[in-house]
């Protein structure tokens, strides 16, 4: 089994849509969560941080529930530039360093 | 403000040709790290490193080779390439401690392995 596991979609929504992905992970020891987006192909860049008490970043909301090792990314009001691939990460450090990433779940947002 | 130098961006290798990917950042950065990404599989870490002088082992470590003799450059070694190692491979940087979630990438390279 895979430590983090994702739907790898892809989702097809139209624009304006609200559209949410999850994530599992399967080691109880890990200590802190990041959503990266990664744009066909090209280098996955960090989208947010999760926190323990849920965080938002505009669009974004990013929910953590530990008991039941999930992970999960909320976006509102899609956007065209939305579309890309999401990766869930997680780390067995506070901070972060050894990163272990996801399949990544694919979005296309359409007109 | 060059961040992360990834090359090549393109490389075909025969099976049993050996390369080296090179990697380099100038932000000062201790850790490094060497993803591959296929198809289905997400980012898989292939060897990381907290500082010159220290490397080890991620996921997949089989079939490559790191270095770290300066904190700016990172290279992966394919001693023996194998067509299983077909893959988009992505060299990383961060810092250690606070802001270490932040990783830098490369561009990436394509290899295929025939």
């Known amino acids: 089994r895979k430590e983090v596991e994702q739907d790898p979609g892809p989702f097809n929504v139209p624009e304006g849509a609200t559209v949410a992905f999850n994530c599992t992970y399967s080691?109880?020891?890990?200590?802190?969560f990041f959503w990266y987006r990664q744009d066909c192909r090209k280098e996955p860049k960090l989208l947010m941080s999760v926190y323990s008490s849920g965080n938002e970043d505009g669009r974004f909301t990013a929910q953590l529930n530990r008991a039941s090792q999930y992970i999960s990314l909320l976006i509102r009001d899609s956007k065209l530039s939305d579309s890309a691939t999401y990766l869930c990460?997680?780390?067995?450090?506070?901070?972060?360093?050894?990163?272990?990433f996801g399949q990544g779940t694919e979005l296309s947002v359409k007109p | 403000n060059a961040g992360v130098t990834q090359t090549p961006k393109f490389q075909v290798l025969k099976t049993g040709q050996s390369m080296t990917l090179q990697c380099a950042q100038d932000m000062n950065h201790e850790y490094m790290s060497w993803y591959r990404q296929d198809p289905g599989m997400g980012l898989r870490l292939i060897h990381y490193?907290?500082?010159?002088?220290?490397?080890d082992q991620g996921e997949v470590p089989n079939g490559y080779n790191v270095s770290r003799s300066t904190t700016e450059d990172f290279p992966l070694r394919l001693l023996s390439a194998a067509p299983s190692q077909t893959s988009v491979y992505f060299c990383?940087?961060?810092?250690?401690?606070?802001?270490?979630?932040?990783?830098?990438f490369g561009s990436g390279t394509q290899l295929s392995v025939l």
């Open positions: 490193s907290v500082g010159a002088g220290i490397t």
């Open positions: 990383a940087s961060s810092y250690q401690g606070a802001g270490s979630e932040k990783l830098f």
């Open positions: 080691n109880s020891a890990s200590q802190s």
């Open positions: 990460v997680v780390s067995r450090y506070n901070q972060g360093g050894k990163l272990i």
